[in-house]
């Protein structure tokens, strides 16, 4: 079952006069299945992060189609769509976007008290993924208190806590250290493979794409190509590496 279909999304900025727009998306299509680890990957201005804004409901396509689990995302607008990004999706960002003023438990159970749901269930809910994730002894601790890697886990589970249909990672690692980096996609691959979690992966990073079941390269707006692991992690690490020779070398 799909959990992602984009149909011919495109996304132009500008006025009307054509020789003053920009078509940052340029008729992209492809899915992603429920329980599936897909990666996108591109240069510099090949569109990622407009299509990322789009996917996450940030901003709106000029043309095409966009379905999450099963709620076509282009009809919702306002509360709506507040309501939809709370509900289905989870984030996981670069900066960890976690508040000072809260312990990491607090943190995490965050999307759970937006919802207006109260109470020790909250609480015991947001333990329980800490816990999953390896964060019991720290839980109660501030985010300035812990480590960068302990802080992303924390991010992992206030974006998971929900139980969300798809979950949405932006770069990730830009800000660990290769440690922790490492820690990081070894949890991608134990939420997704043991607990189920459909996970879609923008990322400049070869060694974090290689985590991925699937990658879809993107140029200039459009598909370019896509690539699917089928031997080993260390395998598909190089395959990616001579697909992104190829994609830089064919930069106009």
Request: hydrophobic residues 40%; charged residues 20%.
């Amino acid at each position: 079952m799909a959990v992602l279909v984009a149909n011919a999304l495109t996304k132009v900025y500008g006025g009307g006069d054509p020789g003053t727009q920009v078509r940052a998306l340029d008729g992209i299509n492809f899915s992603v299945d429920e329980g599936e680890f897909v990666a996108i990957m591109g240069p510099s201005g090949s569109g990622k992060t407009t299509l990322l804004n789009i996917l996450a409901g940030l901003d709106q396509a000029t043309g095409g189609s966009l379905e999450i689990d099963g709620q076509q995302v282009q009809q919702l607008s306002g509360d709506d769509m507040a309501m939809f990004r709370r509900q289905k999706l989870g984030f996981v960002f670069q900066d960890f976007n976690l508040l000072d003023t809260l312990t990491l438990v607090e943190n995490v159970a965050l999307p759970l008290t937006l919802e207006k749901r109260r109470g020790r269930q909250v609480r015991k809910q947001a333990e329980a993924v800490l816990q999953q994730l390896g964060l019991g002894q720290t839980m109660h601790r501030y985010p300035y208190e812990v480590s960068g890697g302990q802080q992303q886990r924390a991010a992992v589970a206030r974006a998971i806590v929900h139980r969300p249909a798809l979950v949405l990672a932006d770069e990730p690692t830009g800000n660990l250290d290769s440690a922790s980096s490492r820690a990081l996609l070894d949890l991608f691959t134990e939420l997704h493979e043991q607990a189920g979690a459909t996970l879609l992966l923008v990322t400049h990073d070869p060694l974090a794409a290689s985590y991925s079941d699937r990658i879809v390269f993107i140029k200039d707006g459009q598909v370019y190509s896509r690539l699917e692991r089928e031997g080993s992690r260390q395998q598909f690490f190089q395959e990616i590496l001579q697909t992104l020779s190829v994609l830089e070398g064919a930069r106009s």
